[in-house]
T-cell receptor, first 115, second 109 residues
Framework: ETGVTQSPTHLIKTRGQQVTLRCSSQ?????VSWYQQALGQGPQFIFQ???????GRGNFPPRFSGLQFPNYSSELNVNALELDDSALYLC??????????????FGAGSRLTVL | GQNIDQPTEMTATEGAIVQINCTYQ??????LFWYQQHAGEAPTFLSY??LDGLEEKGRFSSFLSRSKGYSYLLLKELQMKDSASYLC??????????WGAGTKLIIKP
């Protein structure tokens, strides 16, 4: 059973650029959620995809967008990058969207630095 | 607004016991989670509470009181490898996870 994999692991961008982060969910999981984690802080929920549809969104502007593909892998796109977007971006997969413990399995994250 | 409070940092001695508290104010409640996160790594699941009471899992236990909006994570027989951040997260009425900032636990020999 493979876990959650994210790419790239590290990247550096400049203000105004666009970035795409990728996530392969754990085998058998159909739900993917994305989080932004600033240094020394807890994860902040960006959005969640369940069976290719966005079914929850946190307090992030529209320049944060995403996709989920038929194989349940996912992308996070951020346009018009700002300095404050510098953070660790975590992808987590789970089975089902709401019920029970619904434990999240996290990837190792993509560390984005915006200069 | 929604809020989860945890101590920023705690220090304990190898072999001892430590209790990490978490208080929450959220719009609805559908379960509380504890995750462990080592520096530079992904969070990993430790425990889940949805009913009041204590859940025990080896050296780790987690307690929940819904009426008080309170939980704690109890770590026994501390080992150096337990040095990590411990994140408390609550699933709200929209089934979204609201996360605390985490408690950095430092274990000293």
């Amino acid at each position: 059973e493979t876990g959650v994999t994210q790419s790239p692991t590290h990247l550096i961008k400049t203000r105004g650029q666009q970035v795409t982060l990728r996530c392969s969910s754990q085998s058998g999981h159909n739900t993917v959620s994305w989080y932004q984690q600033a240094l020394g802080q807890g994860p902040q929920f960006i959005f969640q995809y369940y069976r290719e549809e966005e079914n929850g969104r946190g307090n992030f502007p529209p320049r944060f967008s995403g996709l989920q593909f038929p194989n349940y892998s996912s992308e996070l796109n951020v346009n018009a990058l700002e300095l404050d977007d510098s953070a660790l971006y975590l992808c987590a997969s789970s089975l089902g969207s709401d019920s029970g413990a619904n434990v999240l399995t996290f990837g190792a994250g993509s560390r984005l630095t915006v200069l | 607004g929604q809020n989860i409070d945890q101590p920023t940092e705690m220090t304990a001695t190898e072999g001892a016991i430590v209790q990490i508290n978490c208080t929450y104010q959220t719009s609805g409640f559908n379960g509380l989670f504890w995750y462990q996160q080592h520096a530079g790594e992904a969070p990993t699941f430790l425990s889940y509470n949805v009913l009041d009471g204590l859940e025990e899992k080896g050296r780790f236990s987690s307690f929940l009181s819904r009426s008080k909006g309170y939980s704690y994570l109890l770590l026994k027989e501390l080992q150096m490898k337990d040095s990590a951040s411990y994140l408390c997260a609550v699933r709200d009425s929209n089934y979204q996870l609201i996360w605390g900032a985490g408690t950095k636990l430092i274990i000293k020999p």
